[in-house]
């Protein structure tokens, strides 16, 4: 197993593909409704200009792709359509990533409708919304195959894309803030996300210096920084991972795309002052966790135990028989398929089907799914939507893809599963990773990129359960220290 794991390490910690996503796709895609405490935006006497900007995408002063919007007024509303075009190196390889979105908007900025596609190598997944009363109906798409979801609104949505426009006609004046609940499509969930006018400033563009607003955006504990002009142009925009948007004309936009310097997996991984030549026979784990604020984090509970700063992971006795650790009326939800866990899906059910036959113990037939998913797909790192349909059709991924995949393999036979991401080790360095829990008449981890059940006690989890509290992660990345204190071979 140590040498499997050594050869395979960078292929495996890819989770921070999917930060990237959610830190500036998702944000975009997303929608905000309700204004609270404020009058809904009105452009009564005015209609707004149409508006084409270009701008370019920098990682650390390097250009790494492009967006292009188009804003356009209609008889009766308005038109924002928006591509990003992305270029960036993870785990060896340069990936290329694209996004559209297409919305119709109503006359005062609210979402009528949207169509958002994004498409990396042979991955595709897309998502329409419209608005129906006071619910928003949701349309994901993964290999084809539709999954609907309808969430009640407490009022009108915005679609991020265009917060600029909304909040430049909303009245607001520096030093105000406003709290607002934001639709995240790539967790198909509802989010609080919170923004304050700051101060006004001047901001050199293409060369010439020009009046700004600067607007705060936090989002589960990140920060996302947005300048607009007096006119309500966005003309720089900066957020995760040093990502930076800033316009500039067409032909800057699109010439010499460099990608990212280094590698982002890399970049983001922790190097650890002890280093564990067989990480795999640990039996407990003692790390100090600084840097972030751990309350927000599902760090507590099952084999992880956390007093104060410290965080102790002892590893899990397969043969040990103890109490559930969940009544069972708490399981229902870690069975339903989902927008990405596609666990009712005809080809999912017949293979899980195939893979527990002839039956056995819960716990023989969750390592038989886990075991199948570690010898039948390929370790490459994917940037898209991590979901299981796509995984089995293509048969390749990283860990997120692993994880979507046999959760979903798990629900349909029968067995709750969730997903949960954190760190593990790699030859000398925590790298941000995503695996599974699979209850089997108490909770035990699984790692089908590693083929590990249980998962080794270098499995740090960090976020899990829900697919929405895995955004939990996003203000982790690039903040959290890590320092090991103790640690205990098995005998």
Known sequence: MADKRSMRGLWAAAVVCLALFLGLFGFRLGLFSGMVNRKPVTVTGQTLPDRETWMKILQNDSKIGYSHSIFSNREDHYSLAETLFLQVGIMGLTHRVNLHTEAILNRDLTLRSFDSRLRSGPFEFSATGRVEDKTLVVTAVAEGKPSEIRLPLSSAPYLSAGLAYAVCNSGMAPKDTLSVPLFDPSSMAVVPIRVTVEEKEDIVIMGMKQAATRLLIEFKGARQQVWISENGEVLRESGLMGLVLEKTDKHLALERIEG???????????????????????????????????????????????????????????????????????????????????????AIRQLAAEIVAPGGSPREQAERLMRWVYENIDKKPVVSMPNALSTLTHRQGDCNEHAMLLAALARAAGIPAQVETGLVYLKGKFFYHAWNRLYAGRWITADATFGQMPADVTHIRLAGGRLDQQLDLIPVIGNIRLTVIDYKPTR
Do not use: H
């Open 260 to 346: 990212g310097r280094g590698d982002l997996t890399e970049m983001l991984a922790i190097t650890s002052n002890v280093t564990f030549d067989a990480p795999e026979k640990l039996e407990m784990l003692k790390v100090k966790i600084e840097g972030i604020d751990t309350a927000s984090l599902a760090l507590a509970g099952g084999r992880q135990a956390l007093s104060g700063q410290e965080l102790t992971v002892t590893s899990e006795d397969l043969v040990e028989q103890v109490r559930a650790e969940e009544p069972e009326k708490n399981l229902e939800d870690f069975l339903q398929p989902d927008a990405l866990i596609q666990s009712d899906d005809p």
